[in-house]
């Protein structure tokens, strides 16, 4: 059992070293954003906090932006299917 124990905190141990030494050698580090407050901060809620960045961002696939990318989606509206999508 203590062996057990023992080994299970090396193998923690040297995740944390390549985990902390992959986000320092590969990720490029930039000064943080006037607004990251707005989505990060303590006791958020994580979907939201995505949601939040990706709309700040431009990101969020709606339809506008998913037929601009050239994939076929119908371009009615969602909630009428009258009109197209804009």
């Not at 995740?15 to 407050?37: G, M």
Request: glycine letters at 2%; proline letters at 3%.
């Amino acid at each position: 059992m203590i062996s057990s124990f023992k080994l299970r905190m090396e193998v923690q141990s040297v995740f944390s070293y390549v985990c902390n030494w992959t986000w320092e050698n590969c990720e490029e580090h930039s000064e943080r954003i006037a607004w990251h407050k707005l989505s990060w901060f303590p006791s958020h809620i994580q979907k939201h906090a995505v949601m939040a960045w990706m709309a700040i961002l431009d990101r969020l696939p709606t339809t506008d932006r998913l037929i601009r990318m050239g994939i076929v989606v119908p371009s009615l509206c969602c909630l009428c299917r009258l009109v197209e999508e804009s």
